[in-house]
């Protein structure tokens, strides 16, 4: 086996460089997986733009976490898997001991253990995500199909925790990648789906995600615009939050009809402040809640929902790459000079095939 490998090394903000390390061995319960793809995402970037993760990452350290590959090495003590197999392997475990995991919510677990990495020609999955959070894929989805999960994951603990169901009315704020996955889940879920947008170009995709209708923000009054579409212009059941900014945070809770849900899904920067009609909220009985990461359940419920076909992994793609390129990527998403239309970026270390 090869002794040094490719990877891409954050080291500060925009500063990602890929470098010649040492490939990874595997411990006790743990195993190798070589990276059969990875994907870009919005946290990467925000992680990207800022130098550093308050929870995941301090650099210099390796970068990406959305991976699906195969097994080259299993450690002492690892049995669930053996070389060869594809897997995708989460980017975090709990520990289901703490005060939180006891209490069904393994995405605020005390002692939540995170791996990043993905963007190398290998990665070293730590026991406890080998144990808990590493799936085999079928051998008819692709590794960038599977890849997928993770972020997945996250939006349908989002959706579950908004109560949604179907016949229900729901307005979406953005249409980035979690946006445009908000949209076509709850869509398969039967949800009437409104979504707000910025960009021209993000109409058409956003009823390819299964909006029934598309606000574009400029052209008209957002909060106008979106509440006309919902019955009787009263608001709709829910709204979902994905844009992170403190403007976007009061159009959800204008947006929303009496006795709905807002779920402010966003993660804005740390020290960010928002003031909200506290009238509206109390006599509107209005619900406000925020949902952050994934568990093991709705990791395997995103999982089932792109193995069975059902969710539209090959139009989340929109680009492919090789590693050497990852850097270059990242410089391009933070202008968007890589295209209009970009949802995912597919890292292939192998080559793009």
């Keep these: 086996m090869m002794s040094e490998m490719n990877a891409a090394v954050l080291h500060g903000k925009e500063d990602l460089r890929l470098e010649r390390i040492a490939v990874p061995e595997a411990g006790h319960g743990e195993i190798v997986v070589q990276v059969g793809a990875a994907l870009t995402c919005g946290t990467d970037l925000k992680v990207y733009r800022r130098g550093y993760h308050a929870m995941m990452l301090k650099p210099p350290i390796l970068f990406g976490h959305e991976l699906a590959g195969v097994v080259t090495q299993v450690g002492p003590g690892a049995t669930k898997f ?9 980017n975090s475990a709990p520990c289901d001991k703490c005060y939180f995991c006891g209490r069904g919510q393994q ?18 999955i730590p026991s406890r995500i080998v144990e808990k959070n590493t799936l ?15 972020p997945l994951a996250c939006v349908v603990r989002g959706l579950e925790e908004s109560g949604a169901k179907a016949g229900d009315s729901m307005i979406v704020i953005g249409a980035g990648p979690i946006g445009l996955m908000f949209m076509h889940v709850a869509e398969l879920a039967g949800v009437d789906v409104i979504a707000v947008v910025k960009r021209q170009d993000q109409v058409a995709t956003a009823k390819l995600f299964g909006a029934r209708q598309v ?10 615009a979106a509440r006309a579409l919902t019955p009787e212009g009263r608001g709709a059941d829910i709204v979902i939050e994905a844009v992170a900014t403190p403007a976007t945070w009061h159009w959800a809770v204008e947006m929303v009809r009496k006795g709905g849900v807002v779920n402010f899904f966003g993660g804005p920067p740390s020290g960010t402040k928002v003031q909200l009609d506290t009238n509206r909220l109390h006599y509107g009985d209005i619900t406000l809640k925020a949902s952050f990461h994934h568990t ?7 999982f089932d929902l792109i193995t069975s076909g059902r969710f539209k992994c090959a139009e989340a793609i929109t ?31 192998g080559g793009v095939r």
């Design 296 to 302: 093991p359940q709705t990791c395997r419920t995103a």
């Design 215 to 224: 606000v574009q923000i400029g052209t008209e009054d957002a909060v106008e």
């Design 136 to 150: 085999t894929i079928p051998d008819s989805i692709p590794f960038e199909h599977a890849a997928l999960t993770e």
């Design 319 to 349: 680009g492919r790459v090789g590693l050497d390129e990852v850097p270059a990527v990242f410089a391009a998403m933070m202008t968007r000079s890589g295209g209009v239309r970009e949802i995912k970026t597919a890292v292939f270390p």
């Design 82 to 90: 053996t070389r060869g197999d594809r897997v995708v392997a989460l």
């Design 107 to 124: 995405n605020l677990c005390e002692d939540l253990l995170f791996n990043n990495g993905a963007y190398a020609e290998f990665i070293r």
